[in-house]
């Protein structure tokens, strides 16, 4: 986590919520890294986690990420929880809960969707306080 919180601090250089993940081997290497960077690239999909995928993916030269870990400073999105799922990824640890738009057990719980052909194991809560304290201070910041 420390890692995924490390990359979250990239994203205030852009003015980007301070959201960061990593994509971590079976052997605990990182493969992928990846910092919200919406602002930045004007991309509605620039999220942590798509792309902290997209380079686990690109490292390894395959789509499937079946013996891999996704760890994330806040619960994923729709998106992000889709993406998870699509990848097949096995587990998610998580930081911070999202009880406005998280799609991973607070709004909704995509990746364990039992209708879906693969299910993500979920570790949350792990940093909560400091996960959450980057971005309420973020926010607190952007709103004054």
Same mark, same amino acid.
């Given at each position: 986590?420390? !890692? /995924? *919180?490390?990359? #979250?601090?990239? +994203? %205030?250089?852009?003015?980007?919520?301070?959201?960061?993940?990593? $994509? &971590?081997?079976?052997?605990?290497?990182?493969?992928?890294?990846?910092?919200?960077?919406?602002?930045?690239?004007?991309?509605?999909?620039?999220?942590?986690?798509? !792309? /902290? *995928?997209?380079? #686990?993916?690109? +490292? %390894?030269?395959?789509?499937?990420?079946?013996?891999?870990?996704? $760890? &994330?400073?806040?619960?994923?999105?729709?998106?992000?929880?889709?993406?998870?799922?699509?990848?097949?990824?096995?587990?998610?640890?998580?930081?911070?809960?999202?009880?406005?738009?998280?799609?991973?057990?607070?709004?909704?719980?995509?990746?364990?969707?039992?209708?879906?052909?693969?299910? &993500?194991?979920?570790?949350?809560?792990?940093?909560?306080?400091?996960?959450?304290?980057?971005?309420?201070?973020?926010?607190?910041?952007?709103?004054?």
């Amino acid at each position: 986590m420390g !890692l /995924a *919180l490390a990359e #979250a601090q990239h +994203a %205030l250089a852009t003015a980007d919520v301070p959201v960061g993940a990593v $994509v &971590v081997g079976p052997d605990g290497v990182v493969l992928g890294r990846g910092h919200n960077a919406r602002e930045a690239d004007g991309d509605p999909t620039a999220h942590a986690e798509v !792309l /902290a *995928l997209r380079a #686990a993916a690109a +490292a %390894l030269g395959r789509w499937r990420l079946d013996d891999c870990t996704l $760890v &994330v400073t806040l619960e994923p999105c729709l998106m992000c929880a889709g993406a998870t799922v699509l990848a097949r990824v096995p587990r998610l640890v998580l930081g911070a809960w999202d009880p406005k738009a998280g799609a991973c057990g607070s709004q909704w719980d995509v990746v364990r969707d039992r209708r879906l052909n693969h299910r &993500v194991e979920v570790i949350g809560g792990v940093r909560e306080q400091e996960c959450g304290a980057l971005l309420r201070d973020f926010f607190a910041t952007h709103r004054a």
